[in-house]
């Protein structure tokens, strides 16, 4: 028996000076709020509404359920509310594709079935004796009760009289009882097989087909089925909360461990489309992209191919929320017919259809208003992709098409008997023609935007180019579309790629209004070959395998990558035609392209041509003519020089581009068009090549004003880069 110490006086102070805290009451006051047996102790003591004392403990979480509002609470509902209708009956065209895929699906099972009918006939007909030896047999059993035999047989072993005695009697009232039954049951089948004799043949063969579908049924094989399967199952395991958990925890992610998962399902785990779809709050600090990080890992966890499985997350609801479907087929074996390689015509302006997404669901791409930058690795599926918008574009007889495929390969030359401009080739008079388109629709915005702003209200209530006002021919507004594909041989060129890029970003940022579409694709997404201007301001962007972030985010845009859509995560070679869509949709989505190749490029082209020449829209290229002529060259130095007089020593740069623009209008006529800083970058720019650097000067505005210090250039600047130039020709041309 152990004595325990006397407690100490904790109010008595010690001899240290110091004073004895019990353990229990030090620990309370570090907690964040009380328990609630501290509370039902203190429950007397009046709130803290006055100052607080030093030395006293503020409780910082307030005790108890927050009292949230309650129409926060409804909002909140509201947000994640399961909705009534299934979102494939709201979608006219998704509805109408389950309806049709679901009749095709039991016409085929009919039919398969209906085609067997002979083969099941003879089934039954030959299972049909086993069958009756089985109704006799089993008719006999029961009467006889010799089901019961080896219990009787037992209890003889065992010398067990009274037992025996006892299933003795048992078994003789079951048998005379039986056999009553039985004769009965005979006399009936008796008077039944008269009944049929003396009926109509076809009553007959009728009751004769149904004892034998009745015997053949009974005599059936259990490992044989009368009727065979018209749709083999997948062998695919089904999705669970244990082996998502399972599968989760196995990928070495920080924050997922197996002993204390911390996974939160928000919704059942359900079928979606020929897959199972879950989502789920991941641990706290764990994110999606550390998730996409580890697909493949994920793959194998889960025992299925790597193109089953699409994780994605939801950044409306917070970073951690995945959404995980695993789909039963393999989307890279999965191969997307093109929707219009039938099709007599389209309509751009209602999109043009691209591929499907990893649940079967068709995706389309809207074009007009819209630009579009496809990117990938060299072999990824790229030019089919473009092949697939520029088959679409082709069967809408009003609308005017440009292809530059400068890969020299020839993927779309069955297209080039309708285009207004075509060019193949990797040369610089392929580049220089390329150039030259670029500088034309430069042309073409230009009298766009007049020719728009010249339409009554009525016609053209928000300045965009309709299906109405793409009709009027005569207008000039028909939608064109310009196609680049392996863009950066023209953007990294050391002659043509600057001013191109500069062309490309006008296009791009005025065209979209006015109808004009630039498609760009490139296998080199870097800041050379690929403009900023250009990668920022496109609208739509399709990313297939990339290498890395920068190459990630250069197509996709910016943080993308950190965003957790990632064009790193698929197969080289295996996920060919699979990549993110971006800007198409209201979130990204992984799509897998519709797969064109050259002889159902070259049907769809032929029908297209003779559409076209049927609506009298031929032109150009198609029509055998020659290429359009370009403006000269011009020299930007000599030219500032002209316009900038030895009397000025220093201008503003808008005074120079107003200058410019008279002195050139087809050059910078669309220079002056600009507005504010844009204006003033655009000579900055223009200027930065040659080793001319703008500066603040001071002027005042001609009309009149006060003065201001503004960007602008100095004189002797532009004598001297021309001066250095000229110098280095001379040297060039000695040497």
């Known amino acids: 028996m152990t004595h325990e110490p006397d407690e100490p006086d904790r109010s008595v102070p010690s001899d240290k000076g ?12 570090r907690h964040p709020y009380p328990s609630a047996g501290d509370r039902s102790d203190r429950a007397d003591e009046p709130p803290m509404d006055g100052p607080v004392l030093e030395g006293t403990v503020l409780r910082v979480d307030q005790p108890g359920e927050a009292n949230r509002d309650w129409r926060t609470d409804l909002e909140e ?34 039919g398969f079935q209906l085609s067997r009918t002979p083969l099941y006939t003879g089934r039954l007909a030959f299972r049909a004796p086993r069958g009756f030896a089985r109704v006799v047999g089993g008719m006999v059993r029961w009467t006889f009760d010799l089901e019961g035999e080896p219990v009787r047989l037992t209890a003889v072993q065992k010398a067990d009289p009274e037992s025996y ?28 097989a008269l009944l049929v004799a003396d009926a109509t043949r076809p009553l007959q063969w009728g009751a004769l087909a149904v004892a034998l579908a009745v015997l053949g049924a009974l005599g059936a094989p259990p490992d044989r089925p009368l009727i065979n399967r018209a749709v083999l199952p997948t062998n695919v395991e089904k999705l669970t909360s244990d082996i998502v958990i399972r599968a989760l925890t196995s990928i070495s992610v920080s924050g997922l461990n197996a002993k204390n998962p911390d996974i939160r399902f928000v919704a059942p785990i359900t079928r979606d489309g020929p897959g199972w779809r879950a989502d789920l709050d991941l641990p706290y600090g ?7 990080d580890k697909r493949d890992r994920l793959a194998s966890a889960l025992r299925r191919p790597i193109g089953c499985i699409w994780p994605e997350g939801d950044p409306a609801i917070h970073e951690g929320r995945l959404i995980l479907w695993v789909g039963d087929r393999d989307l890279s074996k999965t191969l997307v017919r093109f929707a219009l390689a039938k099709a007599d015509r389209h309509d751009v302006f209602k999109g043009v259809p691209f591929g499907n997404d990893p649940r079967g669901r068709p995706v389309t791409v809207p074009l007009i208003q819209h630009n579009v930058l496809m990117g990938s690795q060299p072999g990824q599926g790229k030019t089919g992709a473009v092949r697939t918008l520029a088959c679409s574009v082709a069967l809408d007889p009003t609308a005017e098409m440009w292809i530059h495929e400068l890969k020299g390969t020839g993927d779309l030359d069955p297209l080039d008997k309708n285009c207004h401009r075509y060019v193949s080739g990797i040369e610089d008079a392929a580049i220089a023609y390329a150039a030259d388109s670029l500088t034309l629709l430069r042309k073409e915005v230009m009298r766009r935007a007049a020719a728009l702003k010249s339409l009554p209200a009525d016609l053209c209530p928000d300045k965009r180019v309709t299906r109405q006002i793409a009709d009027k021919r005569s207008i000039g507004l028909h939608p064109l579309v310009a196609i680049f594909d392996e863009c950066q041989n023209l953007f990294a060129h050391a002659e043509y790629g600057q001013q191109a890029g500069e062309d490309a970003e006008f296009i791009i940022k005025l065209g979209r209004a006015l109808g004009v579409v630039l498609i760009l694709a490139t296998q080199r997404p870097d800041k050379r070959s690929l403009p900023t201007g250009v990668s920022a301001n496109v609208s739509i962007r399709f990313c297939l395998r990339v290498g890395g972030q920068i190459e990630n985010d250069m197509i996709l845009g910016t943080s993308s990558y950190q965003n957790g859509i990632r064009a790193t995560m698929f197969v080289p070679e295996a996920d060919a035609g699979i990549g993110y869509l971006v800007g198409a949709t209201p979130v990204p989505k992984v ?5 064109l190749d050259t002889p159902a490029t070259q049907i769809i082209a032929d029908r297209a041509h003779a559409l076209r020449k049927a609506a009298g829209t031929l032109s150009g290229h198609a029509l055998g003519d020659q290429p359009e002529a370009v403006a000269p060259v011009f020299d930007l130095l000599a030219d500032v020089q002209a316009v900038v007089p030895s009397s000025e020593p220093k201008v503003w740069n808008e005074v120079v581009i107003d200058r410019l623009a008279e002195l050139r209008p087809d050059v910078y006529g669309a220079w002056a068009l600009l507005e504010g800083g844009a204006k003033t970058a655009q000579l900055t720019t223009a200027l930065k090549p ?11 505005p001609a009309e009149g004003g006060k003065g201001a210090n503004r960007i602008g250039i100095v004189r002797d600047d532009i004598t001297a880069a021309l001066t250095e130039r000229d110098r280095a020709k001379g040297s060039g041309a000695a040497s």
């Open 18 to 29: 110091a004073d004895v805290v019990h353990l229990d009451t030090f620990r309370a006051g």
């Open 286 to 292: 764990v994110t999606v992209a550390d998730v996409l």
């Open 77 to 110: 509902k509201a947000r994640t509310r399961r909705p009534i209708i299934p979102l494939w009956l709201r979608s006219r065209s998704e509805a109408l594709e389950t309806l049709r895929w679901a009749s095709l699906h039991y016409a085929h099972v009919a």
């Open 165 to 192: 005695l006892k299933l003795s009697r048992q078994r003789d009232s079951r048998v005379r009882l039986r056999v009553l039954l039985l004769m009965v049951a005979l006399v009936a089948l008796l008077v039944v």
């Open 690 to 700: 040659y080793g001319v650097k703008t500066c603040q000067v001071w002027g005042t």
């Open 591 to 595: 799509v897998r392209g519709a797969y």
